[in-house]
């Protein structure tokens, strides 16, 4: 008796979770329908993007023919974000210093 009452049980688990799984499928797929729909301040948005992207394309043709000044603007900017000195530049002035010393040049 209690084998028979068991299997039932069982069988009425499997069939629920059967059941459950294939509820949550619909649920689930109904659900990337809501996001393919935008709303005009989205559009608007992605409009404004491309935009920006066509504008610095253009920028960065303009650059491209005035590469030297882009690299002055670009070294005058880091060196206003980097104050100090570092290692390289320290020891490129000190080799400097040491080939005019060596050469008489000061």
Do not use: H, W
């Amino acid at each position: 008796m209690q084998q028979v009452l068991a299997t039932f049980l069982r069988k009425v688990l499997v069939i629920l979770l059967v059941c459950f799984i294939s509820i949550s499928s619909f649920a689930i797929s109904s659900q990337p329908s809501f996001a393919a729909t935008s709303t005009m301040q989205e559009m608007d948005s992605q409009s404004q993007s491309v935009s920006d992207r066509e504008q610095a394309y253009e920028e960065q043709l303009e650059a491209e023919k005035n590469l030297n000044k882009v690299f002055a603007k670009n070294v005058k900017e880091y060196k206003k974000e980097n104050p100090d000195e570092n290692i390289i530049e320290k020891a490129v002035e000190g080799v400097e210093k040491l080939a005019d010393k060596v050469t008489g040049k000061k």
